[in-house]
Structure formats: structure tokens, C-alpha cells
């Protein structure tokens, strides 16, 4: 988590001083991690955060932020046994001398006690370690006062967008049908409205459809060009007929839409992302039915990517509130934007956190796989201004709507229920895939905060 500390100078003497400021750094008390922080002129600059132990190289991406953020020393710190945490720290100070950069100071943090490995006197820094309490230093007391924040784990940030439960998710579910209900209503009512049937799969062979899902089952196209979007996106929990990839016998159908109707729901849609942009700001929160609709309006790649040009950190809020309410299957788009409005912020450790509930529902969401890269490799937002297009660069770009930028949308309602079909108080098995975040898959990733 990022805290802006760019305003506030906390005075650190001495290793104690270090691990109690750490925390406040990163946003929360680490644990089974590295913390790496880089300092210009004496005043901390970035500091990033991986789990360990860690693969060989991660920290490679390092050298090019010392670079960037002109950074003249260093303070590593380990958080974990000494098997786990001295080959991190280890990569980190040789990366460091490496760059040029003077380690001003090694320590690995482990059941209360801490240990220097820049420091060979026993006198100071007795083999069996040197007690320290973070919670009741000074250094943590100066840090309270001056409005900085440090969560007990990461996990209690992952908390802050865990899904939404009990009677909240029961009225999204419901607004949800809804929405979906309307859609479909709308498609069958129009002239552009059909039914097309997806040839079935037996004894393994691949159906025609098989070719837009990529290699294997799970590969998804997410990209500007709406023409590339016809492949049926990847879910888990039978949201999408998996024969469409060879991998279950079985036929579905899907619903198909004309021009015509894509350019209208397109066209509602940019207006739906607007108006919940306006309503944000003005501090007003969408309700169940609004919060559906544009749930399912983000799945059109040119609606999402709406959102994504008129970005701007004061957005973070609206998409912390979908990632939360949306039902599972509509969580990607919302969550990317969370992590593009985070990382924005200079916050990447929510970013990241986002991007790893969106990847936990669609593994191969290209958004998110996109930032997640940027996120690994250190590189600051920035890298982006620009580049990003305005949206009326995207219709010069993109063309007039098509029916085949709905088709990732129409796969996701393909098998949801009718309205009528959720009884009033249960909340039933969702025909969404169940959001299953935190993702035990997760790789390390690395928490970057700059100020």
C-alpha cells in the first residue's frame, strides 16, 4: 500500500529505527519478504516489496530503477528465516554494487529480533539477534501522528477489495439477472437479435470455434482492436461452454447481435462510464442496478478501454467499489482499472493486489497481464504518458462499433439465470465462476511504492 510521504521526514538512527519505519513504507508489517528502499540525498525515494524465497533474477529489474530515481544508497531489509531471506538480500546488495549504489544498510527481521549483515561486531549485533518491538518505537509514533498508515499483513489489504458477501452480494446477484435479463430481452426484440448454435465436440475433436480460444482451453484475445475480440474469454466454473475449446463434449448456443445493436449498447456504455466517473467524483456511489449494468458494458473491450483514457487516481474509489460488488465473471475489467488508478497513485502494491483478483478469475485477462508485466519489471506509470490515446482517437482507431465486440460479453451470460430463478433469500450457486482470490498460483511479485 502507498502512503505519500513526500512531506513528511521521519529522522531513522539506527536499525531499530529502520524496521520500525519500514512498515509505514510499504503500507503494512511485511512478512516472508525483501524490502528494498532507495534513497537520493538522504531521503527515501521508492521502496519495493517481494515475497521470498524468490527465483533466481527476480530482482534483476533493480538496476534500472536505481537509475531512474537517482538513487545513491540503499537499506535492504529481510523479513523471515535466514535460508529464505539471505540469498534475497544477498542478490539485492550484489545488484546494488553493481549499479554503484552504497548499501547503507543489510538487516533480516525474524520472530522479534533482527540481524545486520553489514555489521561483524558482536557487540552490537550479537549472533543470537537484537530484540525490537516496531509497534512501540518512536519511529512509529512520529509516523502515526504525521497521518501514515501501516495494516497489521497484506493480507489485510487484500481484505480492503475482498468480494462483497451476505446480503450485499445477494442484491448484485439479483441486479445482475437483471441487467442480463434486459440485455437478452433486447437482443431477441430487435431486428438485430438471433440465436446461432456452436457446433458440438465428440470424441475430442475440436469445433470450429476452437480456433478464437487459442492454444489450449484458456487463451483469450483482449485487445483494442475489436475485430481480435471473438474468441470466448476463459473462465473457470463452467461459465463458458468448454467445448467451444475441444476440451467437453457438449453444444451450446449463443446469442448473436448486429451492428446496429452494438453500436447502441456501445454507445450507452461510454455514457454509463462517464456518468459513474461524474457521479464518483461528486462522492455519490452507484446502486445495485447501476453498478450491473456498467459491470456488464466494461466487458466490451472499447467501453473498458473508455475508462482506461480518462484514468485519473481520483477514480481509485468506483473501482474499488465494482471490484467489490461485481459478480465474479465481470470483475477483470474493474479490477484492471483499480490497478491502472492505483499504480497512478504511485500505489502498486493495491494495483497489484487487484491485478491478482482479476488473474485468479481470468488467468489470461491481457489488461491485466499487461500491468502485472509493467508492475514486475518496476516501470513507473509514466511510461505510459503520452501514449494513451484520447477516446476520440480510439474511434478514429477502432471504427465503427461491431457485433463482434460483444461476443466476449454474450459468452459470459451465455448460461446465467433468469431473474425469476434466484429465490428470494438464498443466494444459490452462482452460474459465475466462483472468485476464489487470493490465488494459492500467485507468483512473487514485487509491491512497489515511490514518493
Known sequence: MTTDISATCLTLTSPADILAAVPYLVGFHPADSLIVV????????????????????????????????????VVVVGYGPGEAVTPAVDEATAIAAGA?????????????????????????????????DPRSSRVAAEATVRGLVALPDRQTLQRTIAPATGPVRLAMRRATA????????????????????????????????????????GAVSDVAVPESATGVPSVSGGAVAAGACGVEARAVSVVSASDEFAGVFVAEGLARVRAALARSAAGDRLDDAEAARLGLALAVIRVRDEAWTLMDDSHIGLWKDLTRRLEPAFIPP?????????????????????????????????????????????????VLDGRMPAPDELDAAMGEPKASWLQPLLALIEHHPEPDALQAGDLGPSAFPSDTWPSTGTPDLADEKTT
Open 38 to 73: 532507495g534513497l537520493a540525498q538522504s531521503r527515501a525515494k521508492v521502496a519495493a516489496r517481494w515475497n521470498v524465497p524468490m527465483p533466481p533474477g527476480t530482482l534483476a529489474p533493480l538496476t534500472a530503477l536505481f537509475q531512474r530515481e537517482e538513487v545513491s544508497q
Open 100 to 132: 554503484g549504489v552504497e548499501v547503507a544498510e543489510a538487516l533480516r527481521a525474524h520472530d522479534g529480533r533482527y540481524w545486520s549483515y553489514v555489521c561483524d561486531s558482536a557487540t552490537c549485533c550479537p549472533p543470537e539477534g537484537t530484540p525490537y
Open 178 to 217: 437483471d441487467a442480463i435479463h434486459t440485455l437478452r430481452t433486447a437482443l431477441t426484440t430487435t431486428s438485430g437479435g438471433a440465436v446461432s448454435a456452436v457446433h458440438s465436440v465428440s470424441g475430442g475433436a475440436v469445433s470450429p470455434m476452437a480456433g478464437a480460444c487459442g492454444v489450449g482451453a
Open 334 to 382: 474493474a479490477a484492471s482499472l483499480l490497478a491502472m488508478a492505483g499504480w497512478r497513485a504511485g500505489d502498486s502494491t493495491l494495483a497489484t493486489i487487484a491485478l491478482e483478483r482479476a488473474l485468479a478469475i481470468d488467468p489470461h485477462y491481457s489488461m491485466a497481464n499487461l500491468l502485472m508485466h509493467a508492475l514486475q519489471h518496476l516501470l513507473p506509470p509514466a
